[in-house]
């Protein structure tokens, strides 16, 4: 565990980027920094690694004040991402990853051996790795900065905005990768960022910053979404934390309809048969199972359907596995206001209405408020 005990750092113009920050920083987990600039969440993260020295306060990891240890083992016992990777240009890729257990003097080929294993890991392509970082998109780069920081097995990573600057494909790729490797590594986690979506996807706990480096709120994402502190953190995490909270709500209370589904290859008899006066369109399913689009029944003539005449049928969810928030915006994104629910592999299992849907939201959040009850 990282404690930070009333940590203060002043700079000798008189600025105060952090003001008696206490938290305490859990063990195998993800914890994130977030707030507006200034607000000192970089200069904390330098601190836990004294790049940064704090004017008053302590730091402790596991109780041992790092005040007190040598800085340079102390950083090499700790991983460190940055924006833009921050890589040696002049060195190969294996060779960047290799770099902390070269320090620590293990053997070149051992080092290598290990930088191809975690290559892999971060789902880096072997043939990459004689290439210079010039050589890589920035995707890339910023994986071969996750895997440089991984190298010696740290116990702690620390990562300053380290995905800010790639496009949101990339940046979201990156963050699931994130997630995976936390999930088979168990690291303690120190993440800084602006973004209040990445925080809330990435984080197990997540520490709202004021300007001037003062604590906001403290709170699992879940949480701070429902019980946000004060008017400061209900505007930092903006106008939409509703829909925002739906992603910690499970789809598998979804009830589906199986009715409204025909095959492209249906017969009249079975068209008719799955035609409901509840649900005025029919959901058309290729031979494999995988949606087509959606049709008002009378325009579907069996043996003859076009599909090429089908409406969109949006991006569909993962019954049971996706959120709420997933399922919510498959609807919307329907013309038909219906979101098709699929199966682990992209088979149609069932198909359900905006209405349905809102009933769920009605009763996760009841559920919510009774929980909030039985813990007061």
Not at 95 to 100: G, H, K, L, R, S
Not at 258 to 278: G, H, L, N, W
Not at 359 to 376: L, N, Q, W
């Amino acid at each position: 565990m990282i404690r930070i005990d009333s940590v203060t750092k002043r700079y000798p113009d008189g600025t105060v980027a952090v003001d008696r920050l206490s938290l305490e920083i859990p063990d195998r987990s993800i914890t994130v920094l977030v707030g507006p600039s200034g607000c000192g969440k970089t200069t904390t993260l330098r601190m836990i690694n004294r790049m940064v020295e704090p004017s008053e306060g302590t730091i402790t990891i596991d109780g041992a004040d790092i005040s007190r240890q040598p800085v340079n083992s102390l950083r090499r016992s700790m991983g460190y991402v940055i924006q833009n990777a921050g890589l040696f240009q002049h060195r190969t890729i294996v060779d960047n990853i290799a770099t902390v257990p070269r320090l620590l003097g293990w053997s070149k080929d051992r080092a290598r051996a290990r930088a191809r294993e975690l290559m892999e890991r971060v789902g880096l392509d072997a043939s990459l790795a004689k290439r210079y970082p010039y050589q890589l998109s920035g995707g890339q780069q910023q994986r071969v900065g996750v895997a440089r920081a991984l190298a010696a097995d740290p116990p702690v990573l620390l990562m300053d905005e380290p995905f800010s600057a790639v496009d949101p494909i990339v940046r979201k790729g990156l963050q699931e990768e994130l997630l995976r490797i936390q999930d088979e590594l168990g690291k303690t986690i120190v993440f800084v960022t602006h973004d209040i979506d990445e925080a809330i996807r990435l984080g197990t706990m997540v520490a709202v910053l004021r300007t001037g480096g003062r604590l906001a709120q403290y709170a699992p994402p879940a949480e701070l979404l429902s019980s946000p502190a004060d008017s400061f953190v209900e505007d930092f995490l903006g106008t939409d934390r509703g829909i925002r909270r739906l992603s910690f709500f499970t789809s598998e209370t979804l009830e589906l309809k199986k009715t409204p589904i025909v095959a492209v290859d249906s017969t009249a008899e079975q068209i008719a048969s799955r035609t409901d006066p509840d649900t005025p369109y029919l959901l058309v399913t290729g031979l494999d199972g995988r949606p087509l689009g959606w049709s008002e029944p009378e325009d579907l003539v069996a043996g003859e359907i076009e599909t090429e005449r089908l409406l969109p049928y949006g991006r569909p969810f993962v019954h049971g596995k996706d959120s709420l928030r997933a399922a919510l915006d498959a609807a919307v994104l329907s013309p038909t206001g219906w979101a098709v629910a699929v199966d682990g592999d992209g088979q149609v299992i069932g198909a359900v209405s905006q209405q349905t849907i809102g009933e769920a939201i009605r009763s996760a959040h009841a559920e919510g408020r009774d929980d909030a009850k039985v813990a007061g």
